[in-house]
């Protein structure tokens, strides 16, 4: 199987410098296109200067561990998924791990009530969106903790 960086069963691509130049300049182009960012804009985030952002990106330069690690704390966990596929792993959150299958229903259900509400006159704007963040946020990780559990089995099953 590829790695993509989004599953936790890829298999490790080859670790060295080039692979990690690699994986540290998908994130800060990712970053530039999605958040609109320039690399002064990312690097006053960072800590870091924009020389430093822009060697990365253009893979001339590495980022330290403090900086990679801010870019997770920063703009999200899942951001850091190109470096951690190179290991065949996938950063989460503590609070990703599910601990108790009584919590799945109410997560589910927060995220059905939400769509039914939302898709009341058949479209979803950002102000419903907003309004139901919380909503979507924990049914997002109830699903979440149900794929890793799925991702799981199935290794175990295929072992």
Excluded at 19 to 34: D, H, P, Q, T
Excluded at 115 to 132: F, M, S, V, Y
Aim: aromatic share 4%.
């Amino acid at each position: 199987m590829p790695n993509d960086g989004n599953t936790v069963l890829s298999v490790p691509v080859a670790l060295h410098q080039t692979s990690y130049r690699n994986a540290v300049a998908a994130i800060i182009n990712a970053l530039k296109a999605e958040c609109g960012e320039s690399d002064q804009d990312i690097a006053d985030r960072l800590g870091t200067s924009a020389t430093t952002i822009n060697n990365a990106s253009n893979k001339r330069g590495d980022l330290n561990a403090v900086t990679l690690l801010r870019i997770g704390k920063e703009y999200g966990l899942h951001r850091l998924g190109p470096v951690m596929g190179l290991i065949g792993g996938k950063a989460a959150p503590v609070s990703a791990i599910c601990t108790s299958d009584a919590d799945l229903p109410i997560g589910a259900a927060r995220g059905q009530l939400f769509l039914a509400k939302a898709l009341n006159d058949q479209r979803i704007d950002d102000d419903e969106i907003l309004l139901g963040g919380e909503d979507i946020e924990a049914a997002y990780q109830t699903f979440g903790n149900l794929k890793w559990r799925l991702d799981g089995a199935r290794a175990r099953r295929a072992s």
